[in-house]
């Protein structure tokens, strides 16, 4: 018998892009709210490329090293003009460039209600040539349906309009960060609390900050240990936001009595903030992370339960498991990402 054979290499081409909405002038959202009710209360920001004559979402090929959401940001306002944060994952479109060449796009939903503070932590994005896109545009989901051009764009609005109908396209994000990888416990000789990080972690922390960036990320809680705050400090410098530190974070505290970490967490579940754009990171050590996750589960459907991590060591150090939330009509979980800072 003459074996097969082997399929080519399929080499993928990674970008990344967003659905970007905002309610309508006029639009008169849930009361108390800024959800919108129907599909004609929102905007949504499409391009035109000459190149292909063709309107589509904003998005675009990652740089090398550059994190996928980090992509997504940068190239919507690129081709917009428009700083943006990153809401809910939506369906990645896959397909053939060529021979042996697949493209993955990754999409979010966006949001334009970013913070200057978060801004302060990302490159500035010099706009893209006008031979590259000659129309930004915001329009109602009907006359986008009818410019989209290519059915896989149409399908990522219909997408967006189902979560519009289910109450879950307005989402906050919660960023629960192990922190990055630390110097080894037989190689350091004071107490834990001093712990540093190693220089393998030292450059994770740098590949966080444009994460961060890209959520949002304008409240940041964190244990007090040496090695959780030097995590997250690189991104608060940059940014100016303030570091709360969290005693009942600690891994000793966590031991002596869990529920004082288990009750903040139900409380940053349950809050009902008065401004959505206020997405909040939570750097931890690995033994409260079951603590993290039991205030998670009552609030996870079960489509989604099995994406919380089950067993020990929950989360590796520097990955971080990204929750967005919906509030209305009471605070649930509709998305759940992991991201790795390697």
């Not at 309107?55 to 994190?67: N, V």
């Amino acid at each position: 018998m003459t074996a097969r054979p082997k399929p080519p290499h399929m080499r993928i081409v990674r970008s990344a892009g967003a659905l970007v909405w905002r309610l309508r002038e006029g639009a008169s959202p849930i009361p108390g709210t800024s959800i919108p009710r129907e599909r004609q209360d929102i905007e949504v920001l499409i391009v035109h490329r000459p190149r292909y004559d063709d309107w589509s979402w904003p998005k675009g090929k990652r740089e090398p090293g550059e994190a996928i959401p980090a992509t997504a940001v940068r190239e919507v306002e690129e081709e917009t003009g428009v700083p943006i944060r990153l809401g809910a994952p939506l369906t990645m479109q896959r397909y053939r460039l060529g021979a042996g060449v697949t493209k993955e796009v990754h999409y979010w939903v966006g949001f334009p209600d970013v913070s200057a503070e978060t801004l302060r932590a990302r490159p500035l994005a010099p706009l893209a040539s006008s031979s590259e896109i000659d129309k930004c545009e915001w329009v109602g989901s009907r006359k986008a349906m009818k410019l989209l051009t290519r059915r896989g764009d149409r399908r990522l609005l219909e997408e967006l309009l189902t979560r519009l109908a289910d109450k879950t396209l307005q989402t906050r994000t919660l960023a629960i960060l192990r922190h990055a990888k630390a110097t080894k416990r037989a190689c350091w000789e004071g107490g834990e609390m001093t712990r540093p990080l190693s220089r393998r972690g030292s450059s994770q922390v740098l590949r966080l900050i444009p994460v961060l960036s890209a959520l949002g990320i304008n409240r940041i809680i964190t244990s007090p240990w040496r090695r959780c705050v030097a995590t997250v400090a690189p991104y608060a410098t940059l940014s100016g936001i303030p570091l709360k530190t969290e005693a009942s974070f600690t891994e000793d505290a966590y031991r002596d009595d869990c529920a004082n970490m288990r009750s903040m967490v139900r409380e940053l579940l349950h809050e009902q903030p008065q401004q959505p754009q206020s997405p909040v990171a939570l750097c931890v050590h690995r033994p409260t992370i079951p603590g993290i996750i039991g205030e998670l589960a009552p609030l996870t459907p079960n489509h989604l339960g099995r994406l919380l991590p089950q067993r020990d060591p929950y989360l590796k150090s520097a990955r971080m498991l990204i929750v967005h939330l919906a509030d209305y009509p009471q605070p649930r979980v509709v998305n759940l990402e992991e991201f790795s800072l390697d």
